[in-house]
């Protein structure tokens, strides 16, 4: 007997290996995906502009860095003497205007430089309801705890949401023709939009994302979305906010991508990497300066040491040697001790 409609997504025609380039764009659950695959050791630029949910500013904010443009010099806003730009999010301010300026350009730059080499880019769709400054009649996309009186907020026209994807798929395939794009629509529901709203922007999303895989084949959608909303498809797999997937449904989503994403060497190398990440967080019981456990550090040393010929585990070997290095210099205190 089952209890929930359990599915898996198809198999990515082509799929990430250990080596592959990732840069994630999006809402909130892109920084979710980046992190856990950066916890698995790949090449991560994760969220680079801060969390965007509405793919006009997701789409305006990726063309600008791969054409080299300027952040847009209207959207530079003041509040109590902390500098912002519509374009991007809270966490990239500077307490003036042309510190944000270079904060900014640098952060294009980077992001261009990594689409470039990049073998995958993930974009996260969040919503489809914008605010529009009205000032300078240009969609947001963050308003910053500015009055709302400033912006117009509405759903934004599929067809014209549609030919801004279209046009940034574009000019990410004349930039990297190799680059392949994986879209999911958030699972996070934007109920200050009311529910009703929520359920059109999420389809909104959805019919976009689908039309852009029909059209191009290095475009591939994962059902993050479905995934919650139908398979896990219960309370218990959201925070107390009831908005937010917790902790287990993210597990169990990325679960999912890895098996319909990642290729049989990178798969192994998950398995294998979880059981050193174990270690890495395992504390003895009975204290640091047993023999067991200097045992334990030494076998531990060893297993990362054959892993650095195929990844980068340099801060997990500095830290593995520092508590062996203590445990070594505990030992030698209490053997002067006794003497």
């Known amino acids: 007997m089952q209890f929930h409609t359990e599915f898996s997504p198809e198999p990515f025609p082509r799929r990430l290996g250990l080596h592959s380039s990732i840069v994630t764009v999006g809402s909130c659950f892109a920084e979710v995906m980046g992190q856990r695959l950066a916890d698995h050791k790949l090449t991560v630029l994760n969220n680079p502009f801060g969390t965007l949910f509405n ?33 991007f999010h809270s966490s990239l301010w500077a307490t003036s205007q042309a510190d944000l300026r270079d904060i900014l350009t640098d952060r294009l730059g980077q ?34 705890k500015m009055p709302g009186a400033l912006f117009e907020k509405y759903l934004y026209h599929y067809e014209h949401l549609l030919n801004d994807l279209k046009r940034l798929v574009k000019t990410l395939r004349n930039t990297n023709p190799t680059l392949n794009v994986v879209l999911t629509v958030s699972p996070v529901r934007h109920t200050r939009d009311t ?32 995934l919650m909303i139908d398979d896990l498809r219960d309370y218990r797999f959201y925070e107390a906010d009831l908005i937010h997937p917790n902790a287990q449904a993210h597990d169990y989503i990325f679960g999912k991508f890895a098996d319909s994403a990642f290729d049989a060497e990178l798969r192994t190398f998950v398995t294998e990497w979880g059981q ?27 297993q990362l040491e054959t892993l650095a010929t195929r990844v ?21 205190n209490g053997l002067e001790e006794v003497a």
């Open 111 to 144: 992001t261009a430089g990594a689409l470039r080499a990049a073998d995958y880019l993930m974009l996260t769709l969040g919503s489809a309801v914008v605010y529009r400054h009205i000032d300078t009649g240009k969609v947001v996309a963050n308003c910053h």
């Open 55 to 87: 793919p006009v500013s997701i789409a305006k904010v990726l063309t600008a860095a791969l054409n080299g443009t300027a952040p847009d010099e209207d959207l530079y806003v003041e509040r109590d003497g902390i500098w912002f730009h519509y374009d």
């Open 276 to 302: 050193v990440r174990k270690s890495l967080a395992h504390r003895p019981l009975h204290g640091e300066e047993t023999p067991a456990h200097r045992q334990f550090l030494t076998r531990l040393l060893a």
């Open 312 to 332: 980068d585990v340099t801060p997990e070997l500095a830290d593995v040697r520092r508590r062996l290095h203590q445990e070594e210099k505990e030992h030698l």
């Open 195 to 226: 529910l009703p709203i929520n359920q059109v922007s999420k389809s909104t999303l959805r019919v976009a994302a689908h039309e852009l895989t029909v059209w191009n084949d290095r475009v591939q959608y994962f059902p993050a979305y479905e």
